[in-house]
């Protein structure tokens, strides 16, 4: 079973530590992204595999782009 | 309302291991400068001469009579690094906070002798104005530790006289007389003057047996009556007065027991003096906590050391309010009003030691599509929108009916601005806040998590709202100012930018000048800056924060000026609808 990572907000992704087949832990931070001068980080919303990357740092994001794919 | 209160709805999640892997940096950032601010702290608690020296007096210092008088565990100190007129001694020399005597909650108060023999020094009646208002606001006794050897002499006219002067203390004993608010004074030592004032002035006096108290003291009686200079004749005269005047003071435990009967009573040791003030304390009218606690006290259900891995450092970065408290009320338990608006703030009935107490917030972070709704930019929290400061004006104004105190979190970058926040209303919504504070008479406390920020520092129940805010704490990451250094900075030179450039000459110095004024507000808004000048009341260890709560809540409810039966509270019926 997989999860989809969106953008919780529009902004610039300014850090990002994601690699395909890294185990993630629910909550863990997973990238930054800036807007408004305010830094949000974004989580794992549930614990298992980066399955996909469609982004990368330094991107810019709308929000509900799909940042990334977690399989359990 | 036991079915309210008992059991309330759970918030704020466990933290998993990679979290707290992943701020392990920030912890140890935060924990470093309080550290650092701990260090400050030491430096005014060793100021003077050392407690050896003291104690080979015969006496004990200002710090061993606190450590006794105070039930162990209960001492919330304020004002410690408090100077705001940069005394050279490091400290306005009066030691205060926040403890229990007895089992009842006092404000306390005792005169550094280890420092010039507890002198009047610059700021100290302010600090004293201070904790005469804590004292009024909670509604519980003040206790003196006087041993006061008078102004410093050489320093007068920065404290003398003036509005809020060293004799304004002696009127706000005589108010809090007034409002039968007891005063109690343990007196020690050499107190001439303004110390004798400040040992006349409180409601009963306990006297250590070498202790005296007068109008003028060995120094000025010696020296009266003078002749416009100075001689070596008259020189003679002084130094023979002064031996008497030392031996025999005006004003001993002869003239003031014996005679005047002003010290009610009189103590060999210098423990009795304190041991007096204690049994008097058993005394004092103070409510039985079952009272108004609506359930019974809890720890916290997460620690509350979480909170150096939820609070970030850094300024920019967002975080959860909700995760922070609900690590700092019973249980992790609360009851959210109108969750679903006004999303930049959080509003809430929470329990601090089973004692229902109204919590408010700033929320962080995007706010969501369409909101603020009379506005085409995103909302983010930390500012103040139009929903938001209804929303506390409606549930500050529905504390004050139903009597419960407030706790203010702040971390604010202000109110929103522009055209369209200005059709919001929201420069009326604020002082809209204001009024409603200041109707509601009930005590309330602030903690500045981070950013103190433009007028909403004021309408959050800050310190401006002094007849309100019993004390406000802040943390290593606070930060408090109109506006961040380099808005400040473009505020200031932009007119200057366009007037060079069109000058044709260049800008180099006028960027060098925004640099130098974005780093003067950075330098004057760190946490040590806001404790020295007093635009915080103490800057509080993150651990510490709920035992600072605890005694907040225990303070308010300990007699209240006014009540509200818990079965006719109308807040909890609103939020459960």
Redesign the interface.
């Known amino acids: 079973m997989s999860e989809e990572i969106l953008a919780p907000l529009a902004g610039k992704i300014i850090q990002m530590d994601l690699e395909v087949g890294k185990a993630v832990e629910e909550d863990e931070e997973i990238l930054v992204i800036e807007a408004m001068k305010m830094e949000t980080p974004v989580f794992a919303p549930c614990s298992g595999t980066i399955k996909e990357i469609k982004v990368k740092k330094g991107d810019d994001v709308e929000e509900d782009d799909l940042l990334a794919i977690i399989e359990d | 309302m036991r079915p309210y209160f008992e059991k309330m709805a759970d918030f704020g999640?466990e933290?998993?291991?990679?979290?707290l892997k992943?701020t392990a940096k920030n912890r140890e950032t935060l924990e470093a400068a309080e550290a650092e601010i701990q260090a400050q702290v030491e430096g005014v608690k060793n100021a003077g001469f050392p407690t050896d020296k003291i104690n080979a007096r015969g006496q004990m210092t200002v710090w061993q009579r606190i450590d006794y008088l105070v039930d162990p565990g209960t001492w919330c100190p304020l004002h410690m690094l408090y100077n705001p007129m940069e005394n050279d001694e490091g400290t306005t020399n009066v030691i205060d906070g926040l403890g229990k005597i007895s089992g009842k909650w006092a404000v306390i108060i005792g005169f550094d002798n280890k420092v010039m023999a507890g002198a009047w020094l610059p700021g100290q009646s302010e600090n004293i104005l201070r904790v005469t208002d804590l004292a009024k606001r909670l509604n519980i006794p003040l206790v003196w530790l006087v041993n006061c050897s008078g102004a410093k002499l050489t320093e007068q006219e920065k404290f003398y006289a003036n509005r809020r002067g060293a004799g304004t203390p002696f009127f706000r004993h005589a108010e809090l007389e007034q409002m039968g608010i007891p005063v109690l004074a343990g007196i020690y030592g050499t107190n001439p003057a303004g110390g004798g004032y400040q040992s006349i002035s409180p409601t009963i006096l306990f006297a250590h047996k070498d202790c005296n108290i007068a109008v003028g003291g060995a120094g000025i009686v010696s020296g009266m009556a003078p002749k416009g200079h100075f001689d070596l004749e008259m020189a003679a005269g002084i130094i023979e007065k002064a031996k008497h005047f030392k031996a025999q003071p005006p004003g001993t435990v002869a003239t003031h027991y014996d005679e005047t009967g002003f010290f009610r009573y009189v103590f060999e040791e210098e423990q009795g003096v304190l041991d007096g003030l204690k049994d008097y304390m058993k005394a004092i009218p103070a409510y039985h906590p079952k009272f108004f606690r609506v359930a019974p006290p809890q720890s916290t259900r997460f620690p509350s050391e979480d909170i150096y891995s939820l609070l970030p450092m850094?300024p920019?970065?967002?975080y959860e309010f909700d995760q922070i408290l609900a690590r700092l009320v019973d249980s992790g338990e609360h009851m959210e009003f109108r969750p679903d608006s006004g999303l930049e703030v959080y509003t809430g009935l929470c329990k601090v030691d089973g004692f229902l107490v109204a919590c408010i917030g700033n929320r962080?972070?995007?706010l969501g599509?369409d909101y603020p709704e009379y506005a085409d930019y995103?909302g983010?929290g930390?500012k103040l929108y139009r929903q938001g400061l209804i929303k506390m004006n409606e549930f500050v104004t529905l504390c004050g009916r139903d009597r419960i105190p407030i706790v203010w979190f702040q971390d604010t970058t202000g109110i929103d601005v522009g055209d369209a926040a200005e059709k919001a209303e929201l420069l009326g919504l604020g002082q809209s806040l204001i009024y409603s504070i200041q109707q509601t008479d009930v005590p309330m406390m602030l903690v500045v998590l981070r950013k103190g920020t433009a007028a909403a520092h004021y309408v959050m129940g800050g310190p401006t709202a002094n007849r309100h805010n019993a004390f406000t704490l802040g943390t290593v990451a606070s930060e408090i100012y109109v506006m961040h250094g380099e808005t400040a900075a473009v505020a200031t030179y932009a007119r200057r930018l366009v007037k060079e450039e069109a000058a044709g000459r260049p800008l180099q110095p006028v960027v060098d000048k925004m640099n130098e004024l974005a780093q003067d507000y950075h330098e004057k808004s760190r946490p040590l800056f806001c404790a020295r000048t007093g635009l915080v009341d103490e800057i509080v260890a993150i651990k510490d924060l709920r035992r600072y709560l605890t005694a907040f809540a225990g303070a308010a409810y300990q007699n209240p000026k006014s009540i509200c039966p818990q079965h006719q509270m109308i807040l909890p019926r609103i939020i459960r609808g």
């Open positions: 999640r933290l998993k291991k990679s979290q992943q850094e920019k970065r967002v962080q972070g995007y599509k995103p983010f930390g």
